[in-house]
């Protein structure tokens, strides 16, 4: 036989020793031995090797069998414990079985050592292999556990019998601490539905549903009452498990997300739209009516004091001119501006008045409309394929218009206007430009031109109200687009837009 043995004698008698080697080395061509009398030769041969087994003799001087185990014991070690004695009577046989011991045999009937030696280390292998799997097991649940109590979703493990099997931290975290972790419904303190605020019964739950009906419910938003008393949103989701051949589930896992926040902040979120809404339409409203009814009394001023001019130019004195001259302008410029802010105003549904429109089309009438200006300032303008697209064709007007009116407006004294009007298809809108070379926009004022009545320049320098890019802003907005303006001072301007396809 090629068998290999590490054994370790505890025993006074050299005689002795060697006749228990004699024996094994009928089974075993191998034998590593050392022969021990004491607890600290025992403990020194222990630390210092691996042992197959131990062979103790019962009684020694100052040392015995019983005190041996202690020291395997307590040194943490599992090794097979075998006593063989010439005087150990079946009493002490057992108490020292009790205390640990595997076997004992009689020095007279040393036939039976290898048998019962190879026995215990087999039986022992097998025990250290059992105690490595379960330490694996129990390895693998803390692994397990961990990354479970990491989640930052609420997990919980059901039977059917809404006994908890598990819980991570976050599920405790959401639902409250509760003094018995056992029974689920505990936990359902009170249920209700989050949109209708309606109290669910016990069999509307989830978790009941999974159970008994083995059904999942993914994503359903509920509010509970925690454990201490705190109202909660939940995100919940429950999955029944159902194990082979069986047709109802033993278990149901229930995972959840505290959505109270979310909730809140989506609440407040609407009602601060809704409070935008009321207020931006009040101020439409007043702009409206305010420039509306101001028309009237406007016209009165304007169309007297011009009266006032034809008739008294030159009778009164030289400051008189002046003076009513001042009031003429100043009555004609708030005359063109309540035009443009009723104008603004009036830009309200895009909807209203919507139809195809075929840009090309519309451009051109726009520049002819422009004539005489085109014609006085020298523009060349030039127009690449334009698409078709839904809207209301006179906010599209007032769009080019005011753009094109101010690329010639705002252009270069030393060269004529050159304006390029473009556009591209993006993947889900148009890209449009308006591109001049004129006098360009200093960068720090790119985002307030779009402001209603903000401009650069003194209205004699170049005329105008500072309308005319806000209500752009407006109806490109209205339209779910957006509109910038990139620009290089004394160089140029190119004003773009994009309008949403989906919207045509
Ligand atoms: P308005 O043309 O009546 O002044 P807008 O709202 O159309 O008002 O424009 C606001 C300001 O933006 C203008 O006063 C001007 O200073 C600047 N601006 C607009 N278009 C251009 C352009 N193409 N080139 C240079 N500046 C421009």
Redesign the pocket.
């Known amino acids: 036989m090629d068998k290999e043995l590490r054994i370790l004698i505890v025993e006074d008698y050299e005689d002795d020793a060697e006749l228990i080697i004699l024996e094994l080395s009928k089974s075993y061509n191998k034998i590593t031995h050392e022969v021990v009398d004491n607890e600290n030769s025992l403990r020194s041969a222990l630390n210092s090797k691996n042992w197959d087994a131990i062979i103790s003799d019962y009684k020694l001087p100052g040392f015995n069998a019983l005190a041996a185990l202690k020291v395997m014991q307590q040194m943490n070690l599992d090794l097979p414990f075998l006593i063989v004695s010439g005087t150990i009577g079946e009493e002490l046989a057992v108490e020292a079985m009790k205390a640990g011991a595997h076997d004992y045999i009689m020095k007279g009937n040393l036939t039976r050592l290898a048998p019962a030696l190879e026995r215990e280390i087999r039986e022992s292998e097998v025990r250290h292999q059992r105690k490595q799997s379960a330490k694996r097991l129990m390895e693998q649940e803390l692994l397990l556990r961990s990354v479970v109590d990491f989640l930052p979703v609420g997990i919980v493990l059901i039977d059917r019998n809404m006994n908890i099997i598990m819980a991570n931290k976050e599920f405790r975290n959401t639902w409250g601490e509760f003094d018995s972790f056992n029974k689920l419904p505990e936990l359902y303190i009170k249920i209700g539905d989050y949109e209708s605020k309606k109290e669910l019964s016990r069999k509307d739950w989830a978790i009941i549903k999974a159970i008994e009906e083995s059904t999942s419910i993914i994503n359903e938003i509920i509010q509970i009452k925690t454990s201490d008393d705190n109202a909660k949103v939940i995100l919940n989701s429950v999955v029944p498990i159902i194990e082979q051949n069986s047709s109802s589930a033993t278990y149901a896992i229930m995972v959840n997300q505290d959505i109270t926040k979310l909730k809140q902040d989506e609440t407040k979120l609407k009602q601060t739209l809704m409070e935008l809404e009321r207020s931006n339409k009040e101020l439409e409203q007043f702009a409206y009516v305010a420039s509306h009814d101001l028309q009237e009394p406007l016209r009165m001023v304007a169309s007297f004091t011009q009266l006032l001019a034809k008739r008294y130019k030159g009778k009164l004195d030289s400051d008189a001119d002046e003076y009513i001259d001042f009031a003429v302008n100043g009555a004609k410029r708030m005359q063109q501006l309540i035009n443009d802010l009723l104008n603004y105003s009036r830009a309200t549904s895009y909807k209203k008045g919507s139809e195809y429109l075929d840009l090309n089309i519309l451009l051109q009438s726009i520049i002819e409309s422009m004539n005489s200006l085109v014609a006085e300032s020298c523009a060349e303008i030039s127009i690449s394929q334009l698409p078709q697209i839904y809207a209301s064709q006179i906010q599209m007007q007032q769009l080019f218009q005011?753009l094109i009116s101010?690329?010639i407006?705002?252009r270069r004294n030393d060269i004529s206007p050159i304006i390029q009007i473009d556009c591209q298809r993006q993947i889900n809108y148009w890209l449009f430009s308006v591109k001049?070379n004129?006098?360009?926009?200093p960068a720090a004022y790119k985002d307030k031109?779009f402001t209603i009545f903000?401009?650069?320049?003194d209205k004699d320098e170049?005329p105008?109200?500072?309308?005319?890019?806000?209500l752009c802003k407006k109806i490109v907005e209205q339209l779910g687009g957006q509109i910038w303006v990139e620009?290089v001072q004394h160089e140029g301007?190119t004003?773009l837009f994009t309008l949403p396809i989906e919207n045509f």
Do not use: E, M, P, W
Not at 438 to 441: A, C, D, P, V
Not at 454 to 457: G, V, Y
Not at 464 to 470: D, F, K, Y
């Open positions: 005011n101010n690329a407006k705002f001049d004129g006098i360009g926009i031109i903000q401009r650069l320049h170049y105008g109200t500072g309308v005319g890019l806000a620009s301007s004003f």
